[in-house]
Structures are given as C-alpha cells and as structure tokens.
C-alpha cells in the first residue's frame, strides 16, 4: 500500500502498515492495512467438444474453458450422467458400453456447466472365413486333408 496525504491506494495483495507522525515528531499514529487480491469471478465455461461419436474402448478428453481467462478460481468437476455408458476423469472420456450419456463440467466459483452428449456403439468383432480344407473321404479318415497354416489340428485323431 501507498500513502500520500492521507491518501491509501493499494498495490498487491498482503499487509501494511501505514504510519503518520506529527511535525515535531514526538507523537504518532498507525493503521495496519490488509490489501486482499482482486477476485474475478466465473462467468461461464465451455467445452471443445458438445457431442462425441465413440467405439467401445475407445477414450476422447474434452477441454475445459473458464471465462473470464482471469477468472480467479478456475476449478471444475467433471460427471457422466451414466458411468455404465461412459465414464470421464479430469476430462477423459472413456466409453464402456453401446448407449449414451452426458458429461458434465461444473465450475466450483458459480456452478456454471457446459456438456457433452457421447454416443458409444458396441465394438465390431470381424470373422474371417475359413481357409481350411477338411476331407472327409468315405474311405478316409477326418483330418487327410488338412492345410496346418489355416485349420486348427491339435495333432490328436478326430
């Protein structure tokens, strides 16, 4: 803090001691003064993301925008409306089942939320068609004709 004339203006955040003294000198006074930082307070918050298309497994993290940029306290919760669809930490989305859900980011200075609607599909399983080639003759036995890199055999008789 500064003084002039009287006059207290604060500078930054932290204590002061503000003194005056008469014009002999022999008799004074003081003032402790407290300056506290300025606060800004949260007006909003937005997400990057306001919907998500993701396969089982798979894994999206949504960034957080708290406005004003000097927003003092920028502090967010995150929430899925359902952890059995997808479940989000710190802003990571991980999906665990075919459904949907909403995430949530909640600002601790104002409750102010933004969301993400995630829609998970189940995980495609491909097959591929059997190369083998398995004879049965009616004289032979099963297994004659097996091509060993594209059939299973475990070595015993059929």
Known sequence: ATVENGKVTAVKAGTATIT?????????ATCKVTVKAKT?????????????DLTEG???TLTATVNPSNATNKNVTWSSSDNAVATVAGGKVT???AGTA????TTEDGNKTATCKVTVTGKN??????????????EGSAGDNIDEENDIYDGGSF
């Open 20 to 28: 005056v003294t008469t014009e002999d000198g022999n008799k004074t």
């Open 40 to 52: 800004y307070p949260v007006e909003s918050v937005t997400l990057d993301k306001t919907s998500a």
């Open 58 to 60: 798979e894994e999206v």
């Open 95 to 97: 999906a665990v089942k």
């Open 102 to 105: 909403t995430i949530t980011v």
């Open 125 to 138: 399983i491909s097959t591929e068609e059997d190369k083998g080639d398995l004879n049965y003759g009616s």
